[in-house]
């Protein structure tokens, strides 16, 4: 969870979780920005986000990759709302990490491509047998015709 100040989108707060996930310190953190801080890998999506939840007042589910301090990418899925205290305005952010099970899905589909094309292969090779089973046959046939003639 982050929250950062309007309209500087400066963070104010942020929990451990956040800190743990992206690998800084909250010193490091506090005060500075998304941009100071190069956490979005596309700067551009992330504006666009933030444009949302400035003129609907949340946002939900929003994918988005995030860069560690370390560099590491991370799939995100942020929800947010604009929240209101002391008569200041504050986006609160929390984030679902998707990482490991966008990795997982994109290995299931990478393994179900592989089982396609090995029933492809199967399939095609089955039809090959049925057809060389049909031309052995008309060669026995055609065999047993001159043999008696």
């Known amino acids: 969870m982050a929250i950062s100040s309007l309209p500087d989108q400066k963070f104010?707060?942020?929990n451990e979780a956040f800190l743990t996930k992206i690998g800084y310190a909250k010193d490091e953190v506090i005060g500075k920005t998304s941009h100071?801080?190069?956490?979005?890998?596309?700067?551009?999506?992330?504006?666009?986000?933030?444009?949302?939840?400035?003129?609907r007042g949340?946002?939900?589910d929003i994918p988005l990759?995030?860069?560690t301090k370390t560099g590491a990418i991370i799939e995100g899925l942020f929800s947010g709302e604009i929240i209101e205290n002391q008569g200041k305005s504050y986006f609160l952010t929390v984030m679902i990490d998707q990482t490991e099970s966008k990795h997982a899905q994109e290995e299931m589909e990478k393994m179900n491509e592989e089982l396609r094309s090995v029933n492809k292969l199967m399939v095609d090779r089955e039809m090959k047998m049925v057809?060389?089973?049909k031309e052995l046959e008309k060669c026995r046939g055609t065999a047993s015709v001159s043999t008696i003639g």
């Open 12 to 14: 104010t707060d942020v």
């Open 65 to 67: 990759q995030i860069k």
């Open 36 to 55: 100071d801080l190069h956490l979005f890998m596309n700067e551009s999506e992330q504006k666009n986000v933030s444009e949302e939840l400035k003129n």
């Open 131 to 133: 057809e060389l089973k």
């Open 58 to 60: 949340n946002i939900h």
